[in-house]
Every structure is written in structure tokens, then in C-alpha cells.
Nanobody, 120 residues
Framework: QVQLVESGGGLVQAGGSLRLSCAAS??????MGWFRQAPGKEREFVAA????????SYADSVQGRFTISRGNARNTVFLQMNSLKPEDTGIYYC???????????????WGQGTQVTVSS
């Protein structure tokens, strides 16, 4: 059974940092990434990475502040979030699939989410 489990969310002040982790079990994925959903809004793409980390993709809103990386075992993905803003608040979901394009558009595998709250 495939599972994606996120961790690392929490409450932080604006300007602070958080590091999210996602561990996959049951199989390994070429591409893994992150989405987020703010209250009352649709879920949106945040970042994605290939197996090796050589290919990455970011939403414009987080470019330069967030960094996605893969673990050595390749079944984990991390999201380092710096210079956090109140508008970064939301539930952050891990997603995985065979390609970055599929992760961005129609990922088949999702985690349950971890809450990130940025106070002003």
C-alpha cells in the first residue's frame, strides 16, 4: 500500500522558517512535490522535484524563498521555507507521480497534509 506522510508543519512568525518533510512508503517515485490550500481557496502547486533533484519547478509566489530537495533514499522530499509570509498559511500536501508534469497537473498519490500557519 502506497502512503505519503508529511511532517514539520507548525506556527511561525512572519519572516521565519519551517522545513517540511514527506516520506513515501510502498514504492519510490520519480517526481515528488508540494501543494498547499489556504482557507476558502483552491489547492495550488508549490514546488516539485525529480528523482535526482536536478530538475525542479516552483510557483512564482515561492520562488527564491522555498527550496525543494530529495532525500538520499529518494523516497523522501523536503520543503525548506524561508522568509515566510502570512499568505503562505495553509495545509501543505505532499504529492507524487512519475513525472514533474504529472505531479503538477494530476498527481495520483497524495499525503494527508500538514498545517502551516504564519502569523503577522
Amino acid at each position: 500500500q502506497v502512503q505519503l506522510v508529511e511532517s514539520g508543519g507548525g506556527l511561525v512568525q512572519a519572516g521565519g522558517s519551517l522545513r517540511l518533510s514527506c516520506a513515501a512508503s510502498g514504492r519510490t517515485f520519480y517526481a515528488m512535490g508540494w501543494f498547499r490550500q489556504a482557507p476558502g481557496k483552491e489547492r495550488e502547486f508549490v514546488a516539485a522535484s525529480s528523482w535526482s533533484g536536478d530538475s525542479t519547478s516552483y510557483a512564482d509566489s515561492v520562488q527564491g524563498r522555498f527550496t525543494i530537495s530529495r532525500g538520499n533514499a529518494r523516497n523522501t522530499v523536503f520543503l525548506q521555507m524561508n522568509s515566510l509570509k502570512p499568505e503562505d498559511t495553509g495545509i501543505y500536501y505532499c504529492a507524487a507521480d512519475e513525472t514533474i508534469v504529472r505531479v503538477r497537473s494530476s498527481a495520483d498519490y497524495w499525503g494527508q497534509g500538514t498545517q502551516v500557519t504564519v502569523s503577522s
